[in-house]
Nanobody, 120 residues
Framework: QVNLVESGGRVVQAGDSLTLTCDAN????????IGWFRQAAGKDREFVAAISWITTVYEDSVKGRFTLSRDNEKNAVHLQMHNVIPEETAIYYC???????????????WGQGTQVTVST
């Protein structure tokens, strides 16, 4: 029922910062846990970060550099990325689900993705 649209992906230099946004239509994101995933060319999709009603979790390699937050006024979530590295070049997707049991997987709704390219 909820439609998700990612934005903010662009070409950046290693060490730069950028913010990705997941906008929602059709339902309020306050009702969902929201996850961010990325998929590099030729590789499997991997977990990046997720936020529920009570906690926020991050993949180990992004801890201390990425921050996930809710913007309830705009019915959106933001992924702030700092000090990015070339290995993080990928399509980034946001996803939503109604529970908060396993935040690294099992999402029901997905956006179409936004491309992040980190150059050296």
């Amino acid at each position: 029922q909820v439609n998700l649209v990612e934005s903010g992906g662009r070409v950046v230099q290693a060490g730069d910062s950028l913010t990705l946004t997941c906008d929602a239509n059709g339902d309020t994101l306050r009702r969902y846990s929201i996850g961010w995933f990325r998929q590099a060319a030729g590789k499997d999709r991997e977990f990046v970060a997720a936020i529920s009603w009570i906690t926020t979790v991050y993949e180990d390699s992004v801890k201390g550099r990425f921050t996930l937050s809710r913007d309830n006024e705009k019915n959106a979530v933001h992924l702030q990325m700092h000090n990015v590295i070339p290995e993080e070049t990928a399509i980034y997707y946001c996803a939503a689900k109604h529970d908060s049991y396993e935040l690294r997987s099992r999402y029901s709704y997905w956006g179409q993705g936004t491309q992040v390219t980190v150059s050296t």
